[in-house]
Protein backbone atom coordinates (compact mmCIF):
# COMPACT_ATOMS: atom_id res chain seq x y z
CA UNK A 1 0.00 0.00 0.00
CA UNK A 2 1.70 3.24 -0.70
CA UNK A 3 1.61 6.21 1.20
CA UNK A 4 -0.07 9.69 0.77
CA UNK A 5 2.20 12.40 -0.13
CA UNK A 6 2.45 15.54 2.13
CA UNK A 7 0.10 17.18 -0.64
CA UNK A 8 -2.51 14.76 -0.27
CA UNK A 9 -2.50 14.71 3.41
CA UNK A 10 -2.71 18.21 3.78
CA UNK A 11 -5.39 18.50 1.12
CA UNK A 12 -7.46 15.70 2.37
CA UNK A 13 -7.43 17.44 5.86
CA UNK A 14 -8.29 20.78 5.43
CA UNK A 15 -11.44 19.29 3.06
CA UNK A 16 -12.17 16.95 6.14
CA UNK A 17 -11.99 20.43 8.29
CA UNK A 18 -14.42 22.13 5.72
CA UNK A 19 -16.46 18.53 5.48
CA UNK A 20 -16.74 18.90 9.38
CA UNK A 21 -18.17 22.77 9.32
CA UNK A 22 -20.64 22.33 6.50
CA UNK A 23 -21.89 19.39 8.39
CA UNK A 24 -21.90 21.01 11.96
CA UNK A 25 -24.25 23.62 10.14
CA UNK A 26 -26.07 20.71 8.54
CA UNK A 27 -27.17 18.60 11.96
CA UNK A 28 -27.95 21.88 13.56
CA UNK A 29 -30.31 22.69 10.52
CA UNK A 30 -31.79 18.86 10.86
CA UNK A 31 -31.99 19.42 14.65
CA UNK A 32 -34.11 22.75 14.59
CA UNK A 33 -35.64 22.99 10.95
CA UNK A 34 -38.51 21.07 11.81
CA UNK A 35 -39.11 22.96 14.62
CA UNK A 36 -38.82 26.46 13.58
CA UNK A 37 -40.95 25.37 10.55
CA UNK A 38 -43.18 24.54 12.71
CA UNK A 39 -43.20 27.92 14.91
CA UNK A 40 -43.18 30.07 11.51
CA UNK A 41 -45.74 27.92 9.78
CA UNK A 42 -49.71 28.46 9.36
CA UNK A 43 -50.24 24.57 8.57
CA UNK A 44 -48.26 22.17 10.83
CA UNK A 45 -47.85 19.47 7.82
CA UNK A 46 -45.92 22.43 6.06
CA UNK A 47 -43.31 21.98 9.07
CA UNK A 48 -40.81 20.29 7.12
CA UNK A 49 -41.09 22.28 4.13
CA UNK A 50 -38.15 24.69 4.55
CA UNK A 51 -35.79 21.54 5.18
CA UNK A 52 -37.41 19.74 1.72
CA UNK A 53 -36.61 22.93 0.23
CA UNK A 54 -33.15 23.29 1.36
CA UNK A 55 -32.57 19.70 -0.04
CA UNK A 56 -34.37 20.64 -3.26
CA UNK A 57 -32.10 23.55 -4.16
CA UNK A 58 -28.92 20.80 -3.48
CA UNK A 59 -30.87 18.80 -6.26
CA UNK A 60 -31.13 21.64 -8.60
CA UNK A 61 -27.44 22.96 -7.91
CA UNK A 62 -25.72 19.47 -7.86
CA UNK A 63 -24.99 20.10 -12.68
CA UNK A 64 -24.70 24.08 -12.15
CA UNK A 65 -21.72 23.38 -9.04
CA UNK A 66 -19.94 20.61 -11.36
CA UNK A 67 -20.12 22.81 -14.02
CA UNK A 68 -18.67 26.03 -12.33
CA UNK A 69 -15.82 24.27 -10.45
CA UNK A 70 -14.71 22.74 -13.76
CA UNK A 71 -14.57 26.08 -15.33
CA UNK A 72 -13.36 27.34 -12.15
CA UNK A 73 -11.06 24.69 -10.40
CA UNK A 74 -12.12 23.05 -6.82
CA UNK A 75 -10.68 25.98 -4.55
CA UNK A 76 -12.73 28.91 -6.48
CA UNK A 77 -16.06 26.74 -6.71
CA UNK A 78 -16.18 25.31 -3.53
CA UNK A 79 -15.57 29.07 -2.17
CA UNK A 80 -18.23 30.37 -4.16
CA UNK A 81 -20.95 27.88 -2.53
CA UNK A 82 -19.39 28.85 0.89
CA UNK A 83 -20.69 32.83 0.07
CA UNK A 84 -24.17 31.52 -0.96
CA UNK A 85 -24.26 29.56 2.54
CA UNK A 86 -23.41 33.08 4.08
CA UNK A 87 -26.24 34.49 3.13
CA UNK A 88 -28.78 31.58 3.49
CA UNK A 89 -27.93 31.76 6.91
CA UNK A 90 -28.39 35.31 7.38
CA UNK A 91 -32.35 35.06 5.51
CA UNK A 92 -32.89 32.68 7.61
CA UNK A 93 -32.32 34.29 10.99
CA UNK A 94 -33.74 37.90 9.82
CA UNK A 95 -36.58 35.56 9.30
CA UNK A 96 -37.10 34.14 12.69
CA UNK A 97 -36.61 37.64 14.20
CA UNK A 98 -39.77 38.73 12.01
CA UNK A 99 -42.02 35.68 11.73
CA UNK A 100 -41.99 35.04 7.98
CA UNK A 101 -42.48 31.34 7.40
CA UNK A 102 -41.66 32.49 3.09
CA UNK A 103 -38.37 34.04 4.19
CA UNK A 104 -37.24 31.66 6.22
CA UNK A 105 -37.94 29.03 3.20
CA UNK A 106 -35.65 31.15 0.83
CA UNK A 107 -32.99 31.04 3.36
CA UNK A 108 -33.58 27.51 3.09
CA UNK A 109 -32.79 27.34 -0.57
CA UNK A 110 -29.39 29.32 -0.26
CA UNK A 111 -28.64 27.01 2.70
CA UNK A 112 -29.19 23.70 0.26
CA UNK A 113 -27.62 25.57 -2.93
CA UNK A 114 -24.08 26.14 -0.52
CA UNK A 115 -24.58 22.20 0.31
CA UNK A 116 -24.59 21.11 -3.32
CA UNK A 117 -21.11 22.87 -3.15
CA UNK A 118 -19.82 21.23 -0.44
CA UNK A 119 -20.94 17.73 -1.38
CA UNK A 120 -18.27 18.36 -4.02
CA UNK A 121 -15.69 17.77 -0.80
CA UNK A 122 -15.66 14.00 -1.24
CA UNK A 123 -14.93 14.52 -4.53
CA UNK A 124 -12.44 16.71 -4.31
CA UNK A 125 -10.58 14.93 -1.97
CA UNK A 126 -10.70 11.68 -4.95
CA UNK A 127 -9.34 14.16 -6.90
CA UNK A 128 -6.08 15.04 -4.40
CA UNK A 129 -5.63 11.30 -3.65
CA UNK A 130 -3.80 8.98 -6.33
CA UNK A 131 -5.47 5.12 -6.50
CA UNK A 132 -3.86 3.29 -3.52
CA UNK A 133 -5.12 6.23 -1.28
CA UNK A 134 -8.40 7.06 -2.89
CA UNK A 135 -10.96 4.79 -0.59
CA UNK A 136 -9.42 6.21 2.09
CA UNK A 137 -9.14 9.73 1.32
CA UNK A 138 -13.06 9.53 0.61
CA UNK A 139 -13.52 7.94 3.87
CA UNK A 140 -11.63 10.71 5.86
CA UNK A 141 -13.04 13.54 4.48
CA UNK A 142 -16.49 12.50 4.92
CA UNK A 143 -15.12 11.34 8.85
CA UNK A 144 -14.91 15.19 9.16
CA UNK A 145 -18.67 15.20 9.96
CA UNK A 146 -17.36 13.16 13.41
CA UNK A 147 -17.06 16.94 15.03
CA UNK A 148 -20.81 17.71 13.96
CA UNK A 149 -22.22 14.89 15.74
CA UNK A 150 -20.74 16.66 18.98
CA UNK A 151 -21.10 20.03 17.67
CA UNK A 152 -24.56 20.66 16.00
CA UNK A 153 -26.57 19.54 18.47
CA UNK A 154 -24.98 20.80 21.17
CA UNK A 155 -24.55 24.28 19.30
CA UNK A 156 -28.71 23.89 18.31
CA UNK A 157 -29.24 23.71 22.05
CA UNK A 158 -26.64 26.46 23.29
CA UNK A 159 -27.69 28.85 20.54
CA UNK A 160 -31.66 28.14 20.79
CA UNK A 161 -32.22 30.95 23.79
CA UNK A 162 -29.36 33.47 22.59
CA UNK A 163 -31.91 35.52 21.72
CA UNK A 164 -35.34 34.67 24.66
CA UNK A 165 -38.04 36.85 22.11
CA UNK A 166 -36.67 34.92 19.00
CA UNK A 167 -36.21 31.57 19.93
CA UNK A 168 -33.47 29.85 17.22
CA UNK A 169 -32.41 33.07 16.02
CA UNK A 170 -28.90 32.60 17.93
CA UNK A 171 -28.61 29.03 16.12
CA UNK A 172 -29.07 30.48 12.43
CA UNK A 173 -26.72 33.56 13.59
CA UNK A 174 -24.62 30.45 14.34
CA UNK A 175 -24.71 28.79 11.26
CA UNK A 176 -23.23 32.27 9.41
CA UNK A 177 -20.11 32.28 11.82
CA UNK A 178 -19.48 28.36 10.76
CA UNK A 179 -19.65 29.16 7.14
CA UNK A 180 -17.18 32.29 7.27
CA UNK A 181 -14.52 29.82 8.99
CA UNK A 182 -15.43 27.38 6.19
CA UNK A 183 -14.07 30.18 4.06
CA UNK A 184 -10.84 31.13 5.67
CA UNK A 185 -9.92 27.61 5.45
CA UNK A 186 -10.48 27.15 1.62
CA UNK A 187 -7.76 29.88 1.25
CA UNK A 188 -5.25 27.01 2.34
CA UNK A 189 -6.66 24.50 0.02
CA UNK A 190 -3.92 23.64 -3.20
CA UNK A 191 -5.89 21.44 -5.53
CA UNK A 192 -3.33 19.26 -8.20
CA UNK A 193 -4.26 20.58 -11.64
CA UNK A 194 -5.37 17.83 -13.74
CA UNK A 195 -3.87 17.02 -17.35
CA UNK A 196 -7.22 15.48 -18.95
CA UNK A 197 -9.81 17.57 -20.85
CA UNK A 198 -13.24 17.31 -19.35
CA UNK A 199 -16.26 16.18 -21.26
CA UNK A 200 -18.96 18.52 -22.05
CA UNK A 201 -21.57 17.48 -19.69
CA UNK A 202 -24.67 16.49 -21.92
CA UNK A 203 -27.93 14.53 -22.56
CA UNK A 204 -25.86 11.66 -24.66
CA UNK A 205 -23.30 11.67 -21.60
CA UNK A 206 -25.78 11.04 -18.97
CA UNK A 207 -27.08 8.31 -21.03
CA UNK A 208 -23.97 6.46 -21.53
CA UNK A 209 -23.42 6.30 -17.90
CA UNK A 210 -26.61 5.54 -16.68
CA UNK A 211 -25.88 2.46 -19.28
CA UNK A 212 -23.10 1.02 -16.91
CA UNK A 213 -23.84 -1.44 -14.55
CA UNK A 214 -21.28 -0.04 -12.18
CA UNK A 215 -22.61 3.76 -12.14
CA UNK A 216 -26.30 2.55 -12.14
CA UNK A 217 -25.69 0.46 -9.10
CA UNK A 218 -22.80 3.17 -7.29
CA UNK A 219 -25.71 6.07 -7.77
CA UNK A 220 -29.12 4.27 -6.88
CA UNK A 221 -27.51 2.80 -4.16
CA UNK A 222 -26.61 6.12 -2.80
CA UNK A 223 -29.68 7.60 -3.58
CA UNK A 224 -31.75 4.83 -2.01
CA UNK A 225 -29.32 4.78 1.38
CA UNK A 226 -29.38 8.57 1.82
CA UNK A 227 -33.01 8.87 0.87
CA UNK A 228 -34.61 6.04 3.53
CA UNK A 229 -31.71 8.18 6.03
CA UNK A 230 -33.08 11.23 5.31
CA UNK A 231 -36.40 10.16 5.81
CA UNK A 232 -36.32 8.47 9.08
CA UNK A 233 -33.80 11.51 10.07
CA UNK A 234 -36.31 14.47 9.52
CA UNK A 235 -39.49 13.03 11.07
CA UNK A 236 -37.52 11.52 14.02
CA UNK A 237 -37.65 15.60 15.93
CA UNK A 238 -42.00 15.42 14.99
CA UNK A 239 -42.20 11.88 16.06
CA UNK A 240 -40.39 12.28 19.09
CA UNK A 241 -42.41 15.63 20.01
CA UNK A 242 -45.46 13.10 19.34
CA UNK A 243 -44.72 11.15 22.05
CA UNK A 244 -44.05 13.67 24.19
CA UNK A 245 -39.70 13.83 24.58
CA UNK A 246 -38.34 16.90 25.01
CA UNK A 247 -36.05 19.06 22.54
CA UNK A 248 -32.93 17.96 24.75
CA UNK A 249 -34.05 14.50 24.02
CA UNK A 250 -34.77 14.83 20.33
CA UNK A 251 -31.36 17.19 20.14
CA UNK A 252 -29.27 13.80 21.91
CA UNK A 253 -30.92 11.24 19.35
CA UNK A 254 -30.12 13.74 16.75
CA UNK A 255 -26.41 13.77 17.68
CA UNK A 256 -26.05 9.69 18.52
CA UNK A 257 -27.37 9.41 15.07
CA UNK A 258 -25.04 11.78 13.20
CA UNK A 259 -22.14 10.16 16.08
CA UNK A 260 -22.40 7.23 13.89
CA UNK A 261 -22.74 8.41 10.51
CA UNK A 262 -19.33 9.66 10.16
CA UNK A 263 -17.43 7.07 13.44
CA UNK A 264 -17.55 4.46 10.99
CA UNK A 265 -15.38 6.65 8.52
CA UNK A 266 -12.37 6.19 10.48
CA UNK A 267 -12.41 2.50 9.37
CA UNK A 268 -14.14 2.29 6.48
CA UNK A 269 -11.83 3.30 3.69
CA UNK A 270 -9.81 0.22 5.14
CA UNK A 271 -12.74 -2.12 5.42
CA UNK A 272 -13.76 -1.35 1.57
CA UNK A 273 -9.57 -2.40 0.46
CA UNK A 274 -10.30 -5.36 2.25
CA UNK A 275 -13.69 -6.26 1.49
CA UNK A 276 -14.55 -4.21 -1.79
CA UNK A 277 -17.16 -1.72 -2.01
CA UNK A 278 -20.06 -4.28 -2.87
CA UNK A 279 -19.82 -5.90 0.29
CA UNK A 280 -19.89 -3.17 2.69
CA UNK A 281 -22.93 -1.28 0.89
CA UNK A 282 -24.26 -4.56 1.14
CA UNK A 283 -23.59 -4.51 4.85
CA UNK A 284 -25.19 -0.83 5.27
CA UNK A 285 -28.49 -2.17 3.73
CA UNK A 286 -28.70 -4.71 6.08
CA UNK A 287 -27.74 -2.20 9.07
CA UNK A 288 -30.76 0.01 8.06
CA UNK A 289 -33.15 -2.72 8.10
CA UNK A 290 -31.99 -3.83 11.57
CA UNK A 291 -33.14 0.19 11.97
CA UNK A 292 -36.50 -0.60 10.92
CA UNK A 293 -36.81 -3.34 13.25
CA UNK A 294 -35.51 -1.51 16.00
CA UNK A 295 -38.10 0.98 15.48
CA UNK A 296 -41.23 -0.89 14.91
CA UNK A 297 -40.68 -2.69 18.41
CA UNK A 298 -41.81 0.75 20.12
CA UNK A 299 -41.31 4.53 20.71
CA UNK A 300 -39.50 4.95 24.00
CA UNK A 301 -36.21 7.45 23.92
CA UNK A 302 -33.93 4.09 23.57
CA UNK A 303 -35.29 3.28 20.00
CA UNK A 304 -34.72 6.19 18.69
CA UNK A 305 -31.38 6.00 19.64
CA UNK A 306 -30.56 2.45 19.05
CA UNK A 307 -32.40 2.62 15.65
CA UNK A 308 -30.50 6.07 14.60
CA UNK A 309 -27.39 5.07 15.27
CA UNK A 310 -27.91 1.36 13.18
CA UNK A 311 -29.52 3.73 10.43
CA UNK A 312 -26.48 6.35 10.64
CA UNK A 313 -23.96 3.44 10.55
CA UNK A 314 -25.94 1.93 7.62
CA UNK A 315 -25.95 5.29 5.60
CA UNK A 316 -21.83 5.44 5.80
CA UNK A 317 -21.16 2.17 4.30
CA UNK A 318 -23.64 2.44 2.11
CA UNK A 319 -22.61 5.93 1.22
CA UNK A 320 -18.79 5.83 1.36
CA UNK A 321 -18.80 2.29 -0.84
CA UNK A 322 -21.06 3.93 -3.36
CA UNK A 323 -18.80 6.96 -3.33
CA UNK A 324 -15.79 4.88 -4.18
CA UNK A 325 -17.56 2.51 -6.61
CA UNK A 326 -18.58 5.48 -8.29
CA UNK A 327 -15.01 6.72 -8.96
CA UNK A 328 -14.57 3.60 -10.66
CA UNK A 329 -17.43 3.83 -12.81
CA UNK A 330 -16.04 6.85 -15.06
CA UNK A 331 -12.72 8.03 -17.06
CA UNK A 332 -11.31 11.15 -16.27
CA UNK A 333 -13.08 13.19 -19.05
CA UNK A 334 -16.11 12.31 -18.11
CA UNK A 335 -15.91 13.02 -13.76
CA UNK A 336 -18.06 16.20 -13.80
CA UNK A 337 -20.99 14.66 -16.04
CA UNK A 338 -20.70 11.78 -13.15
CA UNK A 339 -20.50 13.27 -10.05
CA UNK A 340 -22.95 15.81 -11.20
CA UNK A 341 -25.62 13.13 -12.52
CA UNK A 342 -24.78 10.92 -9.70
CA UNK A 343 -25.60 13.98 -6.99
CA UNK A 344 -28.56 14.89 -9.07
CA UNK A 345 -29.96 11.42 -8.53
CA UNK A 346 -29.15 10.98 -5.00
CA UNK A 347 -30.53 14.39 -3.69
CA UNK A 348 -33.47 14.80 -5.71
CA UNK A 349 -34.55 11.61 -4.10
CA UNK A 350 -33.38 13.06 -0.59
CA UNK A 351 -35.22 16.11 -1.87
CA UNK A 352 -38.48 14.03 -1.66
CA UNK A 353 -38.17 12.15 1.31
CA UNK A 354 -37.48 15.64 3.32
CA UNK A 355 -40.60 17.29 1.98
CA UNK A 356 -42.62 14.28 2.60
CA UNK A 357 -41.72 13.16 5.73
CA UNK A 358 -43.73 15.81 7.82
CA UNK A 359 -46.89 15.19 5.52
CA UNK A 360 -45.95 11.34 5.90
CA UNK A 361 -45.58 11.54 9.80
CA UNK A 362 -48.36 13.98 10.30
CA UNK A 363 -50.49 11.82 7.99
CA UNK A 364 -49.70 7.91 9.12
CA UNK A 365 -47.75 7.82 12.20
CA UNK A 366 -44.36 6.58 12.86
CA UNK A 367 -45.00 3.01 12.33
CA UNK A 368 -46.68 3.23 8.66
CA UNK A 369 -43.14 5.68 7.80
CA UNK A 370 -40.43 2.69 8.73
CA UNK A 371 -42.85 -0.25 7.18
CA UNK A 372 -42.77 2.82 3.95
CA UNK A 373 -38.88 2.58 3.74
CA UNK A 374 -38.36 -1.00 4.34
CA UNK A 375 -38.86 -2.25 0.49
CA UNK A 376 -36.14 0.02 -0.67
CA UNK A 377 -33.57 -0.64 1.73
CA UNK A 378 -34.06 -4.36 0.25
CA UNK A 379 -33.67 -3.01 -3.55
CA UNK A 380 -30.32 -1.51 -2.49
CA UNK A 381 -29.09 -4.93 -0.86
CA UNK A 382 -30.19 -6.64 -4.08
CA UNK A 383 -28.59 -4.12 -6.67
CA UNK A 384 -25.07 -5.10 -4.77
CA UNK A 385 -25.72 -8.44 -4.49
CA UNK A 386 -26.33 -8.42 -8.10
CA UNK A 387 -23.38 -6.63 -9.73
CA UNK A 388 -21.31 -8.65 -7.70
CA UNK A 389 -22.60 -12.07 -8.52
CA UNK A 390 -22.09 -10.45 -12.08
CA UNK A 391 -18.56 -9.50 -11.40
CA UNK A 392 -18.10 -13.37 -10.12
CA UNK A 393 -19.62 -15.00 -13.42
CA UNK A 394 -17.87 -12.38 -15.46
CA UNK A 395 -14.44 -13.44 -14.08
CA UNK A 396 -15.39 -16.95 -14.09
CA UNK A 397 -16.14 -16.68 -17.69
CA UNK A 398 -12.81 -15.66 -18.79
CA UNK A 399 -10.16 -17.89 -19.71
CA UNK A 400 -7.56 -18.99 -17.84
Known amino acids: MNPATGLELRNVSLLAICQALMMTASTLNITTSALVGLMLADNPALATLPFGLTWLATTVTTVPAALWMRRV ?30 LFCAGSVLVGAFNAFGQQYRFAAADAA ?17 IAAFAGPNLARLTRDAYPADVFAGSYA ?37 GRARFLVAASSAMLGYGVMNLLMTSTPLAMRAC ?7 ASVIQWHVLAMFVPSLFTG ?47 FLFVGATTLLTASYQGAEKATAQGLNDFMV ?3 VTLTALGSGALQHAFGWTAVNLFIAPFIATAFCLGL ?3 RRARQRADARPA
Do not use: K
Open 347 to 349: FGT
Open 386 to 388: WLE
Open 174 to 210: AMIAIYVVSLAVLIFIRMPRSNVAAARITLAGFARLA
Open 130 to 146: GEAFRARAISLVIAGGL
Open 244 to 250: GLSFDQT
Open 73 to 102: GRRTGLMTGVMVGIFGGALCTLAIFERRFE
Open 270 to 316: HLIDRFGALRIMMAGALLQLACVLVNLQGQAEWNFIVALALLGFGWN
